[in-house]
Structures are given as C-alpha cells and as structure tokens.
C-alpha cells in the first residue's frame, strides 16, 4: 500500500500532463499485448521442423501429405509452402510468383499496428517535456507573485510538477519502444524462415521435376 501512495503523490503532483501520458501508457500496453499474442502465434510453430518435414515429404513425392501439414499447422512458412506446392508447376518463376504472393498475404498483418508503438513512444517523451516546460513556467510565475516566505514552497512545487512529467514520459517510452523492437525482430525472422521455406522448397521442386531454373534459362 506504500508503493500505491508514493505513487499517487508522484501522480497528482505532476500536474495535467500525466493523465494524458497514463492514457498512452494504457493504449501501449494494449496494442503491445495484442501484437504480442498475434505474433506468438504465428512464431510458435516450430518452423525449422516444419521446413525439414515438408522438404522429406516432397523429395519422396507424397506433395499431398506435405499440403495437408501445412494446412494443419497454419501460419505464415506453412502458408508459402502450401502456395508453392499448390501451384502445380516445375516453372522457378511461377513458383517464386506463389511464394511471393503467400508471403505478401501473410506477413503484412503482423506488423500491422507495430509503427503506432514507436509513435506513442515518441509522444509519451514529447509530453513529458512539454510538461517539464509548463511546470517550470509556472513555478518561476507563481515564484515570482507570491509572497517571499512561500516563494521556496512554490518553487518546489513546481519542480517537482516538472521532473515528475519527465520521468513520468520516459518510464511509459522506453519499455514501449523495447517491446516495437522486439516484436519488429520476432516479424523480421518470421518473414526469413518463410523465405528460407519458399527457396528450399522451390528448388527441390525444380529439382524433382526437371522444371528450369533462372540459371538453365540464361
């Protein structure tokens, strides 16, 4: 109960500035845990796994089996390997077109939202120091009406109103911009292993097939 009270007063003595910052701090918080759990889903299948067993499937011909697995385990490396092995095709370019276009259906919607987090971060920062400003202008002006006996207390005051508004903006900004670092990272390796899925799947296709390559076509 201590920690809350030493809380309040670090709040209500920071001024206005703070309910605006508090409201971004819950909007941050919302769209990180909402990020988080769509791209957690999308990252927790094993997709080095995956790429080996669609890969052992395909090199024996049993492409069904492949297509069905990846229908089963969904996210976005299942969802360019069922393109490409849904296309029918020994043809390198219209299978790098399959894979394409899977990867530009499914990686999209996982950043979706992410830039948001890095302009709350920046907003909360600015705020503070907006904060910091306007605490500091009315502290040298009341400091300046008041009588000299109160002159300290109001000095205080408004100091405080103004290092609290900071610190206030930099504690909701810098675990916002950890957690945009983080999930772009979990969104960058997601789109890789998809990559790596479409190329590896591609050429043993090619291979199989005896489709051309871009090499063979030069």
């Not at 600015?126 to 605490?135: Q, S």
């Not at 670092?181 to 292993?193: K, T």
Request: aromatic share 6%; charged share 15%; glycine share 8%.
């Amino acid at each position: 109960m201590n920690g809350w009270s030493q809380f309040a007063a670090f709040f209500t003595s920071g001024g206005p500035f703070m309910y605006v910052i508090l409201t971004i701090a819950v909007l941050c918080l919302a769209l990180a845990a909402e990020r988080l759990w769509v791209i957690g889903r999308a990252a927790s299948v094993n997709s080095r796994k995956l790429t080996n067993d669609v890969l052992r499937l395909v090199a024996v011909g049993h492409d069904a089996q492949a297509i069905e697995l990846c229908r089963q385990v969904k996210g976005p490396v299942a969802g360019v390997a069922q393109a490409v092995l849904s296309r029918g095709s020994a043809d390198e370019t219209s299978l790098q077109s399959a894979a394409d276009g899977a990867a530009i259906v499914a990686l999209p919607p996982l950043s979706r939202r992410l830039p948001f987090l890095n302009i709350l971060a920046n907003s909360a920062t600015l705020l503070g120091l907006l904060g910091t400003i306007f605490g500091l202008t009315t502290a040298f002006s009341a400091v300046g009406a008041a009588d000299p006996a109160l002159r300290s207390s109001f000095l205080a005051a408004g100091i405080s109103q103004a290092l609290n508004t900071t610190a206030l903006g930099l504690i909701v900004a810098v675990p916002t911009l950890l957690a945009h670092g983080f999930l772009s990272s979990r969104v960058e390796v997601l789109a890789d292993e998809a990559d790596e899925m479409g190329v590896r799947l591609i050429q043993s296709l090619v291979a199989r097939r005896g489709g051309t390559t871009h090499s063979k076509a030069a």
